[in-house]
């Protein structure tokens, strides 16, 4: 019987994370304000977020210890185990070995709580009493609701409201973890309550989700905000993945020719890769590929620019691919992929040619997902299934090529509690999609007037 | 940092089940033709099984190796780890070490896996075509679609049609991977028409759903039944639980005082306890302790009887602890331990006193239920909440007597599709509820005339 799974010990569990910007070949791009145009200073985002997490958001140090506390709550299901996709090869019939990491099979069921849980440790170190969260598809949310009632801090998550009424299954989940969830827009907010004046039956937005969780944390100083992707120390935090891939393959002497994930805000992403990437900068060959979809398409079609990470505007500007703050993506399935921007440190990566990115769209995706299901068994997170599309697409190729390859990636989440979704799609109502080129510049027009990074 | 899982390397999974058959210190009684009331023959079962598994059903071998085949399909999730509750025990504050099996982490996430993927492949082997089953709450009927697919089998599942409108993400979890997920009673089956005649409106029950699945696969050389539960063969293959917590406690130098289960049909109970029985058997100080709900009391308060394994009254008669077939259980949330009987194996080890019954109602178990996933994260089943109860209750009589212990339990399998579960009760619309005796005595008149075991 061939190996199938190559496991760590909790002892041999990585105890720092690994920070990428000590390791730049060229600098990233600083956040700027929006009124100065000035880089921000760490002060400025002091009402949001706790200080010590500030300084491991402009930290240059490349390693970062894990404090003891979000250790002991990472071995309730972490290392998590690296897997050999046999059945799933079988299928493809290329020349290829697939390895994952699946971080499915955490309690939320994603990637997410790896930065949730330091989040929370670090706030509640820090004298917080409470963190305020948005939440679209509720993944994010729902990791938040756990940290936060695992350190004893009150959580307050403001779900997009159609959201809300279409996920019930989220809601309960944060319920039972002890926090409150809050349909977006809410009278609990002044940014809430105006959109509420002018349209009372908002479906919301994440944008406005953001305006309100930021609000709701600053007006209180025992109050911060936190965010579940994007940020320099989110995607941090997840490099306990692609630490634990590295040790993994290098107990079997095995190195991935390609590691891959899907990008939304890029942390799942990040998380799997940039162990590698630091392997490739020290010249090492390896691609790296993030797949995202083509209804979203931020790195393969959006330019590189500054501009706001929400749509309301009340963040600093960041360096990043964009497509424009006013971007509206189309409801797809993957609502953790629906962002128009990306994290600034994987953006500067695509910028530099350490990663190459790729779009897919939904019937592809659900294809790949679906025959994943079927022959490995755990049924993928929408979002999750992009980036095995990108696995088939890689492996056809090999196949083409008549070259072996080794790929790893990342296996983000289940998708139990998104089957709504493959019942859509089993039953034949989701349509590929290719954004119109006048969509983009429509969307576009916002930033036009933005610096220049 | 305290070590919180003790994992297994495949290489190290049991090659092996083990068969309690073979060190039963006084022999069961056999199962009786209901027509005769003679012991029934293995061909009388030949419509319904394969051959394959009715000589698993009968054997008295003591170790029965795991095929290959089968071996390669354990392995996309086993060995399961055994995992140390260190939060729970510190809310707890008692002096008792909690381990337990996370049999949650399977892709459809339950134990049910253990079975359906053996049985998928025996019937194969046996060159069967169609697998047919019913399924309550969806566990068993989703975990034996994936068994099918993966066999490249075909599958039909009758679900109990209340459950199939209330429980849409089980039907979409089965048609994800490739069943025919059929709602009963159905006109596909002269005994669903037979109902739907009577009834147009009948909600079904598992007995119903029982009988079509016979008849649908009765009436087909290339089709047979498949069952989920109470069959020796079923139990047999969950021992693979109690084998390799067996492994994994020996590894660490560990040996429970107490092994715990909640008990519907008995085969999770049966899967983790049976090996520790055995050491009980030849000697060995331990407890073993099956959890069931107060509202389905079989274990606790049904007398040991000859009675029939389903309400329409098509299987054999089984020596068993039983409610009456005609008991029609309340519509607790724990959809998997709704079951007039008791698997023969464990109803026998009950009445040999070497396991002991308890029961909790709804109230107690998704206390525990909610401590422990707002303490170790993951959401158990409303089942399994019901041996947590156990454990809780185990855990305060040591801190009463000031006694340590070392409890060991299976985490039969997480409750995400049952979140609608945990709303009920965060909003407090659930009740505890005491099984009036009038009730259990009503029903045991079906059973008055039968043979007694």
Redesign the interface.
């Known amino acids: 019987?061939e190996?199938?799974?190559v496991?760590l010990?909790?002892s041999e569990m990585p105890r720092q994370w690994y920070n990428i910007l000590a390791d730049l070949p060229t600098p990233m791009k600083p956040p700027l304000h929006p009124g100065t145009g000035k880089p921000i200073a760490p002060e400025d985002l002091a009402p949001v977020f706790p200080m010590n997490l500030i300084e491991q958001e402009v930290s240059a140090e490349r390693w970062i210890d894990i404090p003891?506390p979000v250790?002991?709550?990472y071995?309730?299901?972490r290392p998590s185990p690296l897997?050999r996709a046999?059945?799933f090869e079988k299928l493809l019939d290329a020349p290829v070995k697939i390895y994952y990491k699946n971080e499915g099979?955490?309690?939320p069921?994603s990637h997410k709580?790896n930065t949730a849980i330091p989040q929370a440790y670090y706030n509640k170190v820090f004298g917080i009493k409470r963190l305020s969260t948005e939440t679209g598809a509720g993944q994010w949310g729902s990791a938040l609701s756990?940290a936060c009632?695992?350190f004893g801090l009150d959580c307050r998550v403001f779900m997009v409201r159609v959201s809300y009424e279409q996920k019930?299954?989220r809601r309960?989940?944060m319920?039972?973890?002890?926090a409150e969830c809050i349909p977006s827009p809410s009278n609990v907010t002044s940014a809430g309550r105006k959109i509420l004046a002018d349209f009372p039956d908002s479906p919301g937005s994440l944008g406005i989700a953001i305006s309100e969780a930021i609000e709701d944390a600053v007006g209180n100083p025992e109050a911060r905000y936190s965010l579940g992707s994007v940020l320099n120390h989110v995607l941090l935090h997840q490099t306990i993945i692609g630490l634990e891939a590295h040790k993994q393959m290098e107990k079997i002497g095995v190195y991935p020719d390609v590691v891959m994930g899907c990008a939304g805000g890029g942390s799942n992403f990040a998380g799997i890769s940039l162990p590698f990437v630091r392997d490739k900068i020290h010249g090492k060959e390896v691609s790296i590929v993030a797949a995202e979809p083509s209804s979203c398409p931020t790195l393969t079609r959006g330019p590189f620019a500054y501009d706001f990470g929400d749509t309301a505007m009340t963040t600093p500007l960041l360096p990043m691919y964009t497509l424009g703050h006013d971007f509206v993506p189309a409801s797809i399935h993957a609502g953790g992929l629906r962002y128009h921007g990306m994290a600034p440190i994987v953006s500067h990566l695509v910028k530099e040619q350490l990663v190459e990115a790729r779009a897919y769209h939904q019937i592809e995706t659900f294809t790949a997902g679906?025959n994943w299901?079927?022959?490995?068994?755990?049924?993928p997170a929408p979002e999750t299934n992009h980036v095995i599309a990108a696995v088939v697409q890689e492996a056809m190729r090999a196949k083409e090529e008549g070259k072996e390859k080794v790929i790893l990636f990342n296996w983000s989440g289940n998708g139990?509690?998104d089957?709504?979704a493959?019942?859509a799609f089993?039953s034949g109502s989701l349509t590929p999609y290719e954004l119109p080129e006048e969509e983009i510049q429509r969307a576009l027009k916002s930033i036009a007037n933005f610096p220049k990074p």
């Open positions: 019987m190996q199938c799974k496991l010990d909790e003891e250790l002991e709550k071995c309730l299901w897997c046999l059945q099979n955490s309690p069921g709580p756990m009632q695992m019930p299954y309960m989940m319920a039972t973890w002890g679906v299901a079927r022959s490995e068994g755990f049924i139990v509690i089957l709504p493959y019942d089993l």
